[in-house]
C-alpha cells in the first residue's frame, strides 16, 4: 500500500517563527489532506488539497502531487499552534485515508 | 451542523469485555471510517462503511466488527478486549471519497 513519511518528527519553535512541515508519498493519490491534532484528540481539518496552493490565514499549503509531495507552512505561529500535525493521503477512488506518523510541533513564548 | 460526533468520550473496560462505540456522520455524508490511534502513533485505519456495508477493511483481527444504520450513523464492536486496544477510536465521514471529517474520538482504556 501507500507509504507516508512526514518530516521532521518534532519541531521547536520560538512564538512568532515561520515553518514549513513535509509530507512524501509513494503512490498517486486523489485525496490528500493535513490535520492538526489537538491535546484532546480531536482532528482539526487544515487543508484538502491532492494539488495545488491554498491559503488559510497565517496557514498555506502546496501539493506537487507528480513529485509526491506537500507542504504545510505555519507563519509567525503562535503558542496554540502547538500539537500534532498529521498528512493523510488517498490513493484511488475510495480507499480509506493513509496517515503519517505525524510531526510534533511545540511553540514556546 | 453537529459534525462527527462519538460517544461515549471514554470508556474503561476489562480484559475479555466487548465495547460498543458509536457514530454520527456529518450531515449530509454517506460514509463512515473507523480509525484506530495508539499513544504517539498516527490513526490506523480499521473499516468503512458504505450504503450499510463494509466496504474495505485494514489489518485488524475479527474481534473488531461493525455496522451501519439506515441513517448512515456507524458502531464498532470490539469482543474479547485486550490490553492492546486501549486506544483513542476515531470515527470519520466523508461523501464518498471527497474530504473526511473526524469526531472528537472514544479513549478506550481496557485495564
Known amino acids: 500500500g501507500i507509504q507516508v513519511e512526514q518530516s521532521p518528527p518534532d519541531l521547536i519553535l520560538q512564538e512568532g517563527a515561520n515553518s514549513t512541515l513535509r509530507c512524501n508519498f509513494s503512490d498517486s493519490v486523489n485525496n490528500l489532506q493535513w490535520f492538526h491534532q489537538n491535546p484532546w484528540g480531536q482532528l482539526i481539518n487544515l487543508f484538502y488539497i491532492p494539488s495545488g496552493t491554498k491559503q488559510n490565514g497565517r496557514l498555506s499549503a502546496t501539493t506537487v502531487a507528480t513529485e509526491r509531495y506537500s507542504l504545510l507552512y505555519i507563519s509567525s505561529s503562535q503558542t496554540t499552534d502547538s500539537g500534532v500535525y498529521f498528512c493523510a493521503v488517498g490513493s484511488s477512488g475510495n480507499t480509506p485515508l493513509v496517515f503519517g506518523k505525524g510531526t510534533r510541533l511545540s511553540v514556546i513564548a | ?111
Not at chain 2, 454517506?30 to 456495508?53: H, K, R
Not at chain 2, 473488531?64 to 486496544?85: I, K, R, T, W
Open chain 2, 1 to 111: 451542523d453537529a459534525g462527527v460526533t462519538q460517544s461515549p468520550t471514554h470508556l474503561i473496560k476489562t480484559r475479555g469485555q466487548q465495547v460498543t462505540l458509536r457514530c454520527s456522520p456529518k450531515s449530509g455524508h454517506d460514509t463512515v471510517s473507523w480509525y484506530q490511534q495508539a499513544l504517539g502513533q498516527g490513526p490506523q485505519f480499521i473499516f468503512q462503511y458504505y450504503e450499510e456495508e463494509e466496504r474495505q477493511r485494514g489489518n485488524f483481527p475479527d474481534r473488531f466488527s461493525g455496522h451501519q444504520f439506515p441513517n448512515y450513523s456507524s458502531e464498532l464492536n470490539v469482543n474479547a478486549l485486550l490490553l492492546g486496544d486501549s486506544a483513542l477510536y476515531l470515527c470519520a465521514s466523508s461523501l464518498g471519497a471527497r474530504e473526511a471529517f473526524f469526531g472528537q474520538g472514544t479513549r478506550l482504556t481496557v485495564v
